[in-house]
T-cell receptor, first 113, second 113 residues
Framework: AQSVTQLGSHVSVSEGALVLLRCNYS??????LFWYVQYPNQGLQLLLK??????LVKGINGFEAEFKKSETSFHLTKPSAHMSDAAEYFC???????????FGQGTRLTINP | GAVVSQHPSRVICKSGTSVKIECRSL??????MFWYRQFPKQSLMLMAT???????TYEQGVEKDKFLINHASLTLSTLTVTSAHPEDSSFYIC???WGDGYTFGSGTRLTVV
């Protein structure tokens, strides 16, 4: 079975500062890992995904994440936060052939002017 | 890219009535769709997995008779909340597997009064 833990339910950074959202996973087989963003009353938008190719994954809106097997981590980063980045972020895990996508608890990102 | 269209985006219904939510895959065939429920400021909880032409698989604790799922074609899955009560008020999101990832509907805000 797979599981995901997002460290920090709420992260607050200043505009222009580094964004770091933490995600650790547990999986007995090679995982597929995803980061999604959700704005209020909307569905989920894919930021990026890791599916066993390059360990450093670049996504939309300047976000990237690095898959570290030794640390079972898939942290999301962005060098310079923008006000429009304020949203809820979800890390999720699946595996090849698995049906389910398992979500972390979510991290609410607040950007301070 | 693969698009899942979810309707309605918002619905208000009276207690005791039933509400149907539709999810359509617009440019691909979705053999499997997933239905999630999301409470305010919480993560997505998988309710059930619907497979075209067969019975849905419900997660533990989800009432099958209350949340009726039908996946009669490769492009349409529906969730019917029967005899709705105020505690069923929530945000419902559908999703479909697409390639090595998942695509999500825009969600339905259900309010039962």
């Amino acid at each position: 079975a797979q599981s995901v833990t997002q460290l920090g339910s709420h992260v607050s950074v200043s505009e222009g500062a580094l964004v770091l959202l933490r995600c650790n996973y547990s999986s007995s087989v090679p995982p597929y890992l995803f980061w999604y963003v959700q704005y209020p009353n909307q569905g989920l938008q894919l930021l990026l995904k890791y599916t066993s190719a390059a360990t450093l994954v670049k996504g939309i809106n300047g976000f990237e994440a690095e898959f570290k097997k030794s640390e079972t981590s898939f942290h999301l980063t962005k060098p310079s936060a923008h006000m429009s980045d304020a949203a809820e972020y979800f890390c999720a895990v699946s595996t090849w052939g698995a049906q389910k996508l398992v979500f972390g608890q979510g991290t609410r990102l607040t950007i301070n002017p | 890219g693969a698009v899942v269209s979810q309707h309605p985006s918002r619905v208000i219904c009276k207690s005791g009535t039933s509400v149907k939510i539709e999810c359509r895959s617009l440019d691909f065939q979705a053999t499997t769709m997933f239905w999630y429920r999301q409470f305010p400021k919480q993560s997505l909880m998988l309710m059930a997995t619907s497979n075209e032409g067969s019975k849905a698989t419900y997660e533990q604790g989800v009432e099958k008779d209350k949340f009726l799922i039908n996946h009669a074609s490769l492009t349409l899955s529906t969730l019917t909340v029967t005899s709705a009560h105020p505690e069923d008020s929530s945000f419902y999101i559908c999703s479909a597997r697409w390639g090595d990832g998942y695509t999500f509907g825009s969600g339905t805000r259900l309010t039962v009064v």
